[in-house]
Each structure stands twice: as structure tokens, then as C-alpha cells.
């Protein structure tokens, strides 16, 4: 499956469009997502003829560097420092968590 290359704010709508074929771009999509490979922006909302908003929002996506800045986005820590550090935060939010039922919360 070829997954189009988005260089800005697209909407979710366009990418059905672009890609053509809704059950893998559901799948597709939130896997980017998970990865944080996209972001939601924003949220739009259809409107009926009197301008009124209806149903339920379209995720406006774009790319966390265009978002929030290539600076913000770069990380000098490994994986497994980063892992550490969620670790930590984790243990001090549930200090009376062992470090296995910490671990099976990540995963």
C-alpha cells in the first residue's frame, strides 16, 4: 500500500480521497498516529446549509515538526533512556506499583 507523503495541514477527508480505500486507511492512519508520525492540528466540523455545525469533528492533521518545530522535536536520549524516564514518572504518580505492573501499563 503506498501511504501519501503529507507536507502540511491535510485533512482527513483528502487522505480518504487521495488513498481511495477507507478499511486501510483506518488502519494506516491511527498506526502514523501511534507513531506520532501525524498529529492532530485541529478539529473541523461539517456544516448543513444554514452554516450550523453537525456530527462528530474531522481530525485536521499535519506532522509534529510542523506543529510544534523541528527543536521541540528531536530527542537526545535512547529508547531506553526515554523508557527510564517514563518509568520514573510512572513510579511517582503509583508509588506503590511494582516495576511489572508499571512495564504491563506501557505495553
Known amino acids: 500500500m503506498i501511504i501519501p507523503e503529507i507536507h502540511n495541514s491535510t485533512e482527513l477527508i483528502e487522505l480518504i ?6 478499511p486501510l486507511l483506518d488502519s494506516s492512519i491511527r ?3 501511534m507513531a ?12 448543513d446549509k444554514h452554516g450550523n455545525r453537525y456530527g462528530w469533528g474531522w481530525s485536521l492533521l499535519t506532522t509534529p515538526e510542523r506543529l ?10 535512547t529508547p531506553e533512556e526515554s523508557f527510564e524516564r517514563i518509568m ?6 503509583c ?9 504491563k501499563i506501557l505495553k
Not at 508520525?37 to 456544516?47: A, K, L, M, S
Not at 510544534?68 to 536520549?77: E, K, M, T
Open 95 to 103: 508509588p506503590n506499583a511494582t516495576k511489572d505492573q508499571l512495564t
Open 88 to 93: 520514573n514518572q510512572l513510579h511517582s504518580i
Open 31 to 33: 498506526g502514523f498516529c
Open 36 to 47: 506520532t508520525r501525524f498529529v492532530t492540528e485541529d478539529f473541523i466540523y461539517p456544516r
Open 68 to 77: 510544534y518545530g523541528r527543536d521541540a522535536c528531536r530527542c537526545d536520549r
Open 17 to 22: 480521497e487521495r488513498i481511495g480505500f477507507l
